[in-house]
């Protein structure tokens, strides 16, 4: 083992370790608390830097570990490991600060913090995955850790989400693993492999791979919210604010969409899941999502549960981008598996700032709320535009490369959906800036708490600005090497 | 390693120990505790010598008294009996260790000689060659697992233990009318002997129905579970930790011995096909009924109806995958011992806490014990079968065994009872996260029962990534492949 395959393994332990240390910690050691968080946080994002540059000279990162006699578990970072595993290091460290300030003198802080590191643990070990026994572990880990998260709150509510949550993941989980081990005993490997791995399998299997591709898509189609199993991610809103971010943007239902990349990439091949005939169904889905989530987004007055609908169907950008399977499409939703996290993160953090500041749940008790809190409210602002798809955020390069991918693939159908969608995701914003920045403030609002001088605490405000800022710049400075659209175009040349 | 290992008889202390120590526990009741945990550490350490002497020279044969089968008595180890043996050390150091903080002395002056000849009982069955000596050492267990079970008396716990001692009396003679058959039919006792004598005879089949029926019902398989769940439950916690763990494993093995070396060769087919259709029904039948349970201990002995229903599952699947099923079927053992003792600790720890298991009113004691919940979580994580674990590596082969030849009868069962398996694990713990108000006085837990709980749950876990070595290990002696072949 020389040391390149020792840095996979330490970037999963940067979380984990310190994970375990904070569930032993008593509830007042504030202090020791935070620095073990933000010290693994920060030396995760110094591992996963040097990945970065590593990976882009071309070097290999490659860990393993015997499980069975012949099944290995495999982290390695490729560049589509690389475009997660970013995403998550870099997104858990502004979360962390923002829970840090959001969990001020609530009880059970150390519980919180044990499983908000395991739960990132659990999403930088999928992304780095190397095979797909390795992917179901730590996606398994990333349900169990979720669930206290989910729950944290304790009340009737909460253990009833939870609940649901689980149902979905568990009965999600286990087609996963049906479907893997359906495909270990065609196979006898498992190991992803660009172009996938099913090559040397005869016309005779063709039934058997498509049960197979539908077993693990639906597995993953239950954290990526396509429709119908989509049904947990609008309850599971009962949870804190920055679990609903992490939730949302990073961890539970980016997994899932990463799973639908890698099964389409690295497991069938693009070309092989073409071929097959199970792409075309899969980008129908997709658009439904698309669209049926926005629907069900303009009528919901909570604003949590507005953002949780507006994620149903944005992450379904991602699979849609997947499933045209054409280069230039593969790059507009992976791309926008960045995008949509940075501008999804802006908006949960703005939505938990409301709450916390102003006891602000609804859409339309959100009046005149931009003159009292103009700088998280500007925040709310990139990210609804961005999701919008206005230019030049991040969500427009997203559109952009899905339409010009599918008018590429020769699916000019895509379009429609993409301006419809558009359409909706302008009727459901548009009305909350309107209301935010153009009328009347009411008199008092429902539970305001006192700052001094600032709109919010420093510990709430900074993360939106930052990751509102992120949203602009991967729009802004998307041509520049390093930038996610750079880095997806890498991937696209590399899979097809 | 090196000859100093080799020449101890390790076999032999892990049966004479326990039974010294038993005796001395029983003469010096003040000296109890540190004596028991003393030979109990030895016998863990044994296995541990046993262990590396498998690894450097093979199987272990020893003739008792120099007088070899037909004429003696033989004791055999091989990497199924080491399994079995390390199982039982394991969850005995854990047992013991947590023992040592529960009882009140008067209890615990009972308990140690009864849980030590215990043992030494189950050793002696796992390293017996000879279907007598089995037969002796099935009856020694199941009158000491009568007796911890009527430990603290109380009317519920007498009425399991009365039930239970009925079973087991029952189980043990048709057992041994078995043995009586066998021998009468083919001169021997000897298991190796008789696999190479027996014929496909009348007395053979009657043999084997009468083995049979004893052995299920003495391992609580569906339909003849009736007996485990009142005496899993009402027992003490770390009773009911041995009983679900360790003393429906023993007939188990005995089964599976027997099996693999006498039966499967002449009856495999339609009786393993018969065997795995029970198991399945186990499976389904006991997951269910544990996730309508109120109390906890009873959920937790529903679930090891349906856990030991999965161990069936490798009879018909066996006859043509062989090893793998088996392989399967041993790790299950080993990690539903250690997941299984580590919940039923940690739901006496919620006893012991709050006076109660009523499980909708655990969010008053759970939240207070973080380690006794996590030792359950981690526990249930491994009897749900969710990565990584060492039951989600026993289903994950016997899954693989299920679909590579296409019996997808068998994949829906494992698959819905891991679901079921999750539904009744998360529905305690939903209320571990649910906030409450303290209504009456709880009851300090020590913390080595909290730990000793949470060690055997770990040491569940820890198995999921252990998978190599463990099946290496069972490998010795080669006890799967010996007769793989159907009929």
Not at chain 1, 404 to 409: F, P
Not at chain 2, 2 to 15: C, F, M, Q, R, V
Request: aromatic content about 12%.
């Amino acid at each position: 083992m020389n040391w390149n395959s020792w840095i996979p393994l330490l970037v999963v332990a940067s979380s984990l370790l310190p994970g375990l240390v904070i569930f032993g910690l008593a509830e007042d050691r504030v202090g020791l608390r935070i620095g073990l968080n933000m010290g693994g946080a920060l030396v995760k994002f110094a591992l996963v830097a040097w990945m970065l540059w590593g990976v882009y000279q071309g070097h290999e990162f490659e860990a393993r570990l015997a499980l069975l006699p012949d099944l290995e578990l495999v982290l390695r970072a490729g560049p589509v490991s690389l475009l997660f595993v970013t995403l998550s290091t870099v997104l858990w460290l502004v979360t962390t600060v923002y829970a840090i300030g959001y969990l001020e003198d609530s009880p059970y802080r150390s519980r919180f913090f044990g499983f908000f590191s395991l739960c990132v643990t659990a999403t930088v070990g999928v992304a780095l995955a190397g095979n797909l026994i390795t992917f179901l572990l730590f996606y398994e880990l990333l349900t169990l850790a979720t669930y206290p998260l989910v729950v944290h709150r304790g009340t009737k509510a909460a253990r009833r989400a939870g609940q649901t949550y689980l149902v979905y993941t568990i009965i999600g989980g286990a087609f996963l693993v049906l479907g893997a081990m359906w495909l270990y005993t065609l196979t006898g490997t498992l190991e992803f492999t660009p172009q996938g791995f099913l090559d040397g399998l005869g016309n005779e299997h063709r039934p058997a791979l498509t049960i197979i591709f539908a077993l693990l898509i639906g597995g993953f189609g239950v954290k990526a919210a396509l429709v119908p199993l989509h049904g947990w991610l609008p309850q599971a809103m009962i949870a804190p604010a920055p679990v609903s971010a992490l939730l949302h943007a990073v961890a539970v239902v980016k997994a899932g969409a990463f799973g639908i990349v890698r099964v389409i990439y690295d497991v069938f091949g693009v070309e092989f899941s073409a071929g097959l005939g199970v792409t075309q169904p899969l980008a129908w889905l997709a658009a439904f999502t698309i669209i049926y989530g926005s629907l069900r987004a303009l009528f919901q007055d909570d604003l949590k549960r507005r953002l949780a609908f507006s994620t149903v169907s944005q992450v379904s950008y991602i699979t849609l981008g997947v499933a045209i399977a054409g280069p230039i499409a593969t790059v507009g939703g992976l791309v926008h598996l960045v995008n949509q996290g940075l501008m999804k993160i802006t908006l949960f953090f703005c939505a938990g700032n409301l709450a916390e500041t102003l006891g602000i749940h609804k859409v339309s008790e959100m009046n005149g709320v931009g003159r009292r809190m103009p700088w998280t409210m500007a925040a709310f602002t990139i990210g609804a535009f961005g999701m919008i798809g206005a230019p030049p955020i991040a969500g427009f390069v997203t559109k952009w490369y899905l339409g010009l991918g599918a008018l590429d693939a020769g699916q000019s159908w895509v379009v429609f959906v993409l301006a419809g969608s558009s359409l909706l995701n302008t009727a459901y914003f548009l009305p909350i800036l309107h209301a935010a920045w153009f009328r009347e403030p009411p008199p008092d609002w429902p539970a305001a708490r006192d700052f001094g001088g600032k709109e919010t605490a420093w510990a709430l405000l900074i993360p939106p600005l930052l990751t509102a800022a992120m949203a602009l710049g991967a729009g802004l400075l998307a041509s520049l090497p390093f930038s996610p659209l750079a880095w997806a175009k890498l991937i696209a040349d590399r899979a097809f | 390693m090196g000859a100093a290992h080799s020449d101890i008889p390790w076999a032999i202390i892990l049966i004479l120990l326990p039974l010294a120590g038993g005796m001395g526990c029983f003469l010096w009741p003040r000296a109890a505790t540190v004596l028991g945990l003393l030979c109990v550490s030895a016998a863990t350490l044994s296995v541990i010598g046993l262990g590396w002497q498998l690894q450097d020279a093979g199987v272990y044969h020893h003739a008792v008294g120099g007088w070899g089968a037909p004429l003696g008595i033989d004791l055999y180890a091989d990497g199924l009996s080491l399994l079995m043996l390390a199982a039982t050390a394991l969850v005995g150091l854990g047992v013991s260790a947590y023992v040592a903080g529960y009882f009140e002395r008067k209890d615990s002056n009972r308990f140690w000689p009864i849980w030590l000849i215990l043992l030494s009982a189950l050793n002696s069955l796992f390293l017996s060659a000879d279907i007598f000596n089995i037969y002796v050492a099935l009856e020694l267990i199941g009158l000491s697992a009568v007796g911890l079970t009527a430990l603290t008396g109380g009317r519920d716990a007498l009425g399991g233990a009365m039930r239970y001692l009925l079973a087991a009396l029952l189980g043990s003679l048709a057992y041994l009318l078995g043995v009586v058959l066998l021998y009468h039919g083919f001169g021997s006792l000897d298991i190796k002997i008789l696999a190479e004598r027996v014929e496909d005879t009348p007395a053979l089949w009657a043999a084997l129905g009468l083995v049979c029926a004893g052995l299920l019902l003495k391992t609580a398989l569906f339909p003849l579970h009736f007996w485990l769940p009142p005496a899993h439950a009402n027992a003490p916690a770390p009773v009911s930790a041995i009983l679900s763990a360790l003393v429906v494993k023993a007939s188990f093995y005995v089964l599976l011995r027997l099996w693999l070396e006498i039966f499967a060769p002449r009856a495999g087919g339609a009786v393993g096909e018969l065997l795995g259709l029970l198991g399945a029904a186990a499976v389904l039948w006991g997951s269910i009924l544990a996730v309508r349970q109120t109390r906890l201990k009873l959920l937790i002995a529903y679930s090891t109806v349906a856990q030991l229903g999965y161990l069936f599952l490798a009879f018909p699947l066996a006859i043509t995958a062989g090893i793998s099923a088996w392989r399967a079927a041993a790790y299950l053992v080993l990690s539903h011992a250690l997941a299984k003792a580590a919940m039923f600790l940690a739901a006496g720890n919620l006893m012991h806490f709050g006076g109660h298991d009523q499980i909708v009113d655990l969010d008053r004691v759970v939240q207070r014990l973080p380690l006794t919940t996590g030792a359950f979580a981690l526990a249930g994580a491994s009897i749900a079968g969710l990565p990584p674990s060492g039951g989600f590596i026993g289903k994950w082969l016997l899954l693989e065994a299920a679909v590579t030849q296409g019996r997808w009868d068998f994949v829906v069962v494992i698959v819905i009872g891991g679901l079921l398996a999750a539904i009744y694990v998360f529905k305690v713990l939903g209320y571990a996260f649910t906030q409450a108000d303290v209504l009456r006085e709880s009851r300090a837990v020590p913390a080595s029962m909290e730990w000793a709980a949470l060690s055997l749950a770990i040491g569940a876990i820890l198995l999921g990534l252990l998978a190599l070595p463990v099946l290496g290990l069972l490998d010795i002696g080669n006890a799967f492949g010996t007769r793989e072949t159907g009929p």
